[in-house]
Every structure is written in structure tokens, then in C-alpha cells.
């Protein structure tokens, strides 16, 4: 049998048929589905190694695969990254305090499709200064997704991002990017969430991609800890971070990982 053809573009960016869109919703909403349903569990007095076990138990249930199990070493089936961590947290006996924000990132493989998804929560009550952070990331991840469509290009994206969130007086990460993916996990392009206008590849009708902006309210450098996953802000402070999978459109983007209970903000 023939190898199914795929087509790229220059810059090695693939580009789907239109029958693989439904491949990737359903990957996308069981990923988003099992994010609305660990927001339950996130409390104060809770570790993240509860809400990691709780992901990979629903991962198994559904009979899918976790992305991030064995991938590169890793060894859990999310990603759980609180307060002054910006990505790559790793759940482990680190117990929620009141008033903690923390990022879960969870990317399932279902029939052969990825679905790559992470939000923001928060144990107990939320702060002030959080709040506006948690706001303002998750709107300049929309600031982005409006700049999807065909003949815009990804510097438009990340320009997008990087305007609005310094508009707020914070800080775009620059040393962790979105990233093409489909039938694979990480593909190009690197989607940045800077940028300038009318830069970079231009978008094309079938590309798949994240946008997954982390945002600091301090300066945007980060480094990695000795464990070689768990990025931090160099200043230790608050760091924020939204992530949906999307697909370009004749039109526009059709987002893969919305919440089907509605539950993509804490505050919603
Ligand atoms: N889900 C992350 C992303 O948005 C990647 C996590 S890789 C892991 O690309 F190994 F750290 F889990
Ligand atoms: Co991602
Ligand atoms: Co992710």
C-alpha cells in the first residue's frame, strides 16, 4: 500500500487534508476534557502529584496515550508548573497553598493525533496581582488566535502577543515557543509569541499548530533547575501560561481544545 502523501511547505511546515481536522478535535477534546475535569480537584492542601496521577488515570480510562509519558525521559502524564515556574513543572509532594496559580499541561495521543492543551488554575482564593496576570495571558493567547488566517504570516501572530502583553507593563517569555504538530508531537514551525509584523513563514490552509504564550510579571528571563525540566522565572516572579491546539482555515483557525464544560479560565 501506498504511504499516505503529505504535503509541506518550504519552511517543512506540513499541510493537512481537510479530513484530518477531525482527527485533531477529537484528540484536542479529550485533552480538554480531562483538563476540566482535574480543575475539581485543585485545592489548597492538594500536591500535584494527586492531580498528575488523577490526568494519567483518565488517560487510561479512556484508552488513550499520554504524549509525555517517555517522551525524552519524561516520566509523568502532565506538566504542572506553580507560581514563579514557567513551564515544564514536574507534579511532584509539593503541596497547594491558598492562593497559588499553577499551570496544567496535558498532550494525549488519540489515533495517532495529538491534542496539546494548558490553562491556569488556582487553589483557594485568587490574588489580586495573579488575577490581572492569568487575564492578561489568556487574552493575548486570543490576541493571537484572531491573527490566524491564511496569508497572515507567524511573526503577525506573535506580534499579536507581545504588544498586547507589554501594553500591560508584563513580559513575554522568549526561551520556550508553540510549535507545529499533528501525527507528531514537536514539528515545525517554532511558533514564537514575539515578533514583528509580516515576518516568518506565512500561514497556509491546513497547518496545525499550538500557541502557548507564557507571560511573567517581572523580567522574561528564565532558567532551568538542576532536574532539567522546571523552568523558572530569574526574578522569581509570577509567571502565567495558556496553550490551544488550532488548525488554519480557509478562513481562520478552528481551535482543537476548547473546554467542552466551558471551563477554559479559574474564574469562569
Ligand atoms: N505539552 C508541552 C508543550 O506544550 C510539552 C511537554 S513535554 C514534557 O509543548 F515532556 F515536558 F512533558
Ligand atoms: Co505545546
Ligand atoms: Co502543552
Not at 484528540?27 to 485543585?42: H, K, P, S
Request: glycine share 10%; with cysteine; hydrophobic share 40%.
Amino acid at each position: 500500500m501506498d504511504e499516505p502523501r503529505t504535503r509541506q511547505t518550504k519552511d517543512g511546515i506540513t499541510l493537512h487534508e481537510p479530513a484530518d481536522f477531525a482527527g485533531m478535535l477529537k484528540a484536542g477534546r479529550v485533552a480538554a476534557e480531562i483538563l476540566d475535569q482535574v480543575g475539581g480537584l485543585v485545592a489548597p492542601g492538594v500536591t500535584t502529584e494527586v492531580l498528575d496521577d488523577f490526568i494519567r488515570a483518565e488517560i487510561e480510562r479512556r484508552a488513550v496515550v499520554s504524549a509525555t509519558i517517555g517522551y525524552r525521559g519524561y516520566q509523568h502524564a502532565s506538566c504542572i508548573s506553580v507560581n514563579h515556574v514557567v513551564c515544564h513543572g514536574i507534579p511532584g509532594p509539593k503541596v497547594l497553598k491558598d492562593g497559588d496559580i499553577l499551570n496544567i499541561d496535558v498532550t494525549v495521543i488519540v489515533d495517532g493525533w495529538y491534542g496539546d492543551t494548558s490553562r491556569m488554575y488556582v487553589a483557594g482564593d485568587l490574588p489580586r496581582k495573579a488575577e490581572r496576570l492569568i487575564q492578561v495571558t489568556h487574552d493575548a493567547l486570543f490576541k493571537g488566535i484572531e491573527a490566524v488566517r491564511p496569508g497572515k504570516t507567524f511573526g503577525d501572530i506573535g506580534h499579536a502577543i507581545q504588544s498586547y502583553v507589554e501594553a500591560n507593563r508584563m513580559s513575554v517569555v522568549r526561551d520556550f515557543c508553540g510549535h507545529g504538530l499533528g501525527r507528531v508531537f514537536h514539528a515545525p514551525p517554532n511558533v514564537l509569541h514575539y515578533g514583528r509584523p509580516g515576518t516568518g513563514p506565512r500561514l497556509e490552509e491546513g497547518m496545525f499548530f499550538t500557541i502557548e504564550p507564557m507571560v511573567n510579571l517581572g523580567r522574561p528571563e528564565t532558567k532551568v533547575l538542576a532536574d532539567d525540566w522546571t523552568a523558572v522565572t530569574r526574578d522569581k516572579s509570577l509567571s502565567a501560561q495558556f496553550e490551544h491546539s488550532v488548525g488554519v482555515t480557509a478562513d481562520g483557525c478552528e481551535l482543537f481544545t476548547l473546554s467542552p464544560a466551558g471551563k477554559f479560565h479559574p474564574t469562569w
